[in-house]
């Protein structure tokens, strides 16, 4: 069956420091990409997405996400954390075109210090 | 653009009554809609899978008697938990698909908490 991995649940980072969260997909297919972030109590904003057109994909708030199919990963990266971008992130895929649904990863909790 | 609303924002229930809880697009027709389940530092699990105009698709495991879905137009769909007890106590988000976008992007509304005493 389609997974997805989120390696890490918690994430900590200084502020300024770089943002790197893992998440890799097990399927031989390429399937699109997504990245939503979530803060409390609230429901999930989409960061960015990848659909197989570019491999690097630039989202709302600095993010980035590189696409990897050799490696089955889509890490999501921010060169420079922010207080505002603590919140909880969630990887998922979608297979089967535009009546794919979409398969979340556990998520990762991204804390920043100041 | 692509706004999604949910009605209420929270809720609390008493174990034995029903309620129910709206999912509208706001700027777009959405053909497809969701329903999700977030239980507290967990991942969404899928619930099921609304098509305008016919019935839900449930995912494997989700009681379709007890989780009745109604996706009566392009713009809004319903979930009703009937006789909830206290264990469906959970935060339950919407997302609707646009028709036009021909696009996987699901926009998410910002949840519903129910809490059931």
């Known amino acids: 069956a389609q997974s997805v991995t989120q390696l890490g649940s918690h994430v900590s980072v200084s502020e300024g420091a770089l943002v790197l969260l893992r998440c890799n997909y097990s399927?031989?297919?390429?399937?699109?990409l997504f990245w939503y972030v979530q803060y409390p109590n609230q429901g999930l904003q989409l960061l960015l997405k990848?659909?197989?057109?570019?491999?690097l994909v630039k989202g709302i708030n600095g993010f980035e996400a590189e696409f990897k199919k050799s490696e089955t990963s889509f890490h999501l990266t921010k060169p420079s954390a922010h207080m505002s971008d603590a919140a909880e992130y969630f990887c998922a895929v979608s297979y089967g075109g535009s009546q794919g649904n979409l398969i979340f990863g556990k998520g990762t909790k991204l804390s920043v210090k100041p | 653009g692509a706004v999604v609303s949910q009605h209420p924002s929270w809720v609390i229930c008493k174990s034995g009554t029903s309620v129910k809880i709206e999912c509208r697009s706001l700027?777009?027709?959405?053909?497809?809609m969701f329903w999700y389940r977030q239980f507290p530092k967990q991942s969404l699990m899928l619930m099921a899978t609304s098509n305008e105009g016919s019935k839900a698709t449930y995912e494997q495991g989700v009681e379709k008697d007890k989780f009745l879905i109604n996706h009566a137009s392009l713009t809004l769909s319903t979930l009703t938990v009937t006789s909830a007890h206290p264990e469906d106590s959970s935060f339950y988000i919407c997302?609707?698909?646009?028709?036009?976008?021909?696009?996987?992007?699901?926009?998410f509304g910002p949840g519903t908490r129910l809490t059931v005493l």
């Open positions: 399927s031989s297919v390429p399937p699109y």
């Open positions: 700027d777009f027709q959405a053909t497809t």
């Open positions: 997302s609707a698909r646009s028709v036009r976008r021909r696009t996987d992007t699901q926009y």
């Open positions: 990848y659909t197989s057109a570019a491999t």
